[in-house]
């Protein structure tokens, strides 16, 4: 099982990324997944849910109306759409799937600076 995420990197406030999950090893389609990050010094926060078909999100308060969840079953691929970044965005970004069993990437970096 692998979860692969990538897409991150320094961006200035304001601007925007796309985050990607490569998921292999498992039924992508079966599994509710979600997006958490994790800043310095802090615990590890849900950032944003989708259902196993894509018809259900959720998110954090913090980035309602500026991220966008979705997926691509058809590629195993997970994705988190991050616009009007804000320096309090900046932390490691981990993609989860829950399902029959659970499992985490290793995280990507997203750093909102000037």
């Known amino acids: 099982v692998q979860l692969v995420e990538s897409g991150g990197g320094l961006v200035e406030p304001g601007g925007s990324l796309r985050l990607s999950c490569a998921a292999s090893?498992?039924?992508?389609?079966?599994?509710?997944m979600r997006w958490y990050r994790q800043a310095p010094g802090k615990g590890r926060d849900l950032v944003a849910f989708?259902?196993?078909?894509?018809?259900?999100?959720n998110y954090a308060d913090s980035v309602k109306g500026r991220f966008t969840i979705s997926r691509d079953n058809a590629k195993n691929t997970l994705y988190l759409q991050m616009n009007s970044l804000k320096p309090e965005d900046t932390a490691v970004y981990y993609c989860?799937?829950?399902?029959?069993?659970?499992?985490w990437g290793q995280g990507t970096q997203v750093t909102v600076s000037s």
């Open positions: 989860n799937a829950m399902g029959s069993g659970t499992y």
């Open positions: 090893g498992f039924t992508f389609s079966n599994y509710h």
């Open positions: 989708i259902s196993s078909t894509g018809g259900s999100t």
